[in-house]
């Protein structure tokens, strides 16, 4: 008896390869394409590594939630990542994760981020005074928008303009090493040679001592500031009631900066460039959210909606990956020790087996009523323990963000239709619009 279990139905070793080289110039399209081949799960055999690529969600909750103890993330964010941004909760994994979630975890809960929302406001109401009018690529302000929020909310005092240009340079620049090193992985030994890995590690050390002066100076300042450093530097470990070290705490600060700014740059600039298409949504976003306060404004619902489902059609984190740490099993598929899971999001969010009329925007399919229909479907901040930390104060952030955006702009299409750059995160190229100020 028993069925002799084996790996999902996929491609072979030379089709994997001619696979792979096509994916690094197209990855959506060619991930797409094998997916509706393979009814949502293949297998990619490139000799030494497996990978089984899924959308199917009970696949994705195995892994992520009811077997997660078997699943840890792979190389790709803690070494490729960790090496310039140091052991913080992205780049680590198994107990010294544990321990660090159980830490930071309770500084990230509603409540806590209550405190930011002024902060957050206030750093919106500035940017909306330079937003200009007429056909406008709103992604670069949006970035940069999305990386002071996080600046200011992670320091609150004014970091001099120079060592946030250093901040964000070093951010930027290690996403694309990255991704290089991960694309090209005969160019290492390059990189090492040419001094190209040397040149970014030094542009670490430099973000490091620009984050290690300023919690030296909330060291010495007597006055509260409710931020989420002040949260970083009181969390104390249950078992010891010790605090982090200060390269603990510069390691989580890096990782609240590179998990925390183009994520939200990137579901803003989509959800305005389909507002700007759905004049009508934006209207009813703007008619509904028109005068509340700050708590009300991060509760309504349309808001909440339209950004539920440009998340949908844009996620972000558009893929995750996770290696098997022992041999599992999935239904009829066999997961053998090491195999990699690509996990396909984006895939998953426009799958019409899942969601009627799939790649419509219709902000009102996530409306109360409809709630569950969605949970075992609809992953933009992933999903189980490794869920992100920074769920709620990314939806507080970008409900302000809209609210205000809209009460003062109408947004319409620009004369060219993004591209999307699907690199960590799913980059649009430009969002280019047409801006119009609001008369009151
Ligand atoms: C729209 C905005 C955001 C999206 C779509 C997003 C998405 C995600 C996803 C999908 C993961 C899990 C990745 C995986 O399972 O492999 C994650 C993890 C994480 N996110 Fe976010 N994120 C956003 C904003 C933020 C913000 C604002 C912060 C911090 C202020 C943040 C901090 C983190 C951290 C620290 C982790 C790692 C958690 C862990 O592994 O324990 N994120 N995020």
């Known amino acids: 008896m028993g069925n002799a279990k084996s790996m999902p139905p ?16 197209n990855p959506i399209g060619t991930m797409q394409e094998s997916m509706s081949r393979f009814n949502g799960t293949y297998t990619v055999n490139l000799g030494m590594m497996r990978i089984i690529a899924t959308q199917n969600p009970g696949l994705i909750e195995h892994v992520l939630k009811s077997n997660h103890r078997n699943y840890q993330k792979s190389e790709l964010q803690t070494e490729y990542l960790g090496k310039f941004l140091g052991k913080g909760l992205l780049t680590s994994n198994g107990d010294y994760w544990l321990k660090q979630r159980r830490l930071i975890q309770p500084g990230f ?29 709103v992604y670069p302000l949006l970035h940069k928008l999305a990386f002071d929020i996080v600046i200011n909310t992670l320091f609150t005092v004014d970091v001099p303009a120079a060592q946030r240009q250093q901040l964000a340079t070093f951010i930027s620049d290690v996403q694309d090493y990255v991704m290089r090193e991960v694309r090209n992985p005969h160019k290492r030994w390059w990189f090492r040679l040419s001094g190209e890995l040397k040149e970014n590690l030094n542009k670490a050390t430099g973000a490091r001592d620009v984050i290690r002066s300023l919690i030296r100076q909330r060291k010495q300042d007597a006055h509260r500031h409710n931020d989420l450093l002040d949260m970083l530097l009181d969390a104390r470990y249950e078992e010891t009631g010790q605090p982090m070290t200060e390269e603990q705490v510069i390691d989580e600060i890096l990782i609240i900066l590179i998990a925390g700014h183009e994520t939200t740059a990137n579901a803003l600039s989509w959800t305005l ?67 990699v899971i690509v996990i396909f999001y984006y895939g998953l969010h426009r799958d019409n087996h899942e969601w009627s009329d799939a790649l419509s925007f219709r902000p009102s399919r996530f409306s109360k009523e409809h709630a569950k229909d969605f949970k075992k479907v609809y992953y933009p901040f992933g999903s189980g323990p490794r869920l992100c930390i920074g769920n709620n104060f990314a939806m507080a952030e970008m409900t302000i963000f809209l609210q205000s955006f809209i009460e003062k702009f109408y947004v319409e299409p620009g004369n060219v239709e993004p591209n999307i750059k699907p ?18």
């Open 10 to 25: 996929g491609y072979s070793f030379f089709p994997s390869m001619v696979r792979t080289y096509k994916q690094a110039k």
């Open 109 to 137: 809960h509603t409540e806590k981020i209550h405190a930011l929302y002024t902060t957050i406001k206030n750093t919106i109401d500035k940017f909306l005074l330079t937003v200009p009018t007429g056909t406008v690529d």
């Open 273 to 339: 460039y389909l507002l700007a298409n759905h004049t009508d949504e934006q209207q009813i976003a703007r008619e509904s959210s028109a005068s509340l306060d700050l708590q009300k404004v991060v509760r309504n619902e349309a808001l909440n909606n339209v950004i539920s489902e440009s998340m949908r059609l844009y996620p972000p984190a558009w893929i995750s990956d996770r290696v098997a740490i022992e041999d599992d099993e999935y239904g009829d598929f066999l997961i053998p020790k090491g195999t």
């Open 423 to 440: 690199l960590v995160t799913l980059r649009p190229d430009s969002v280019v619009l047409k801006v119009t100020k609001r008369n009151f």
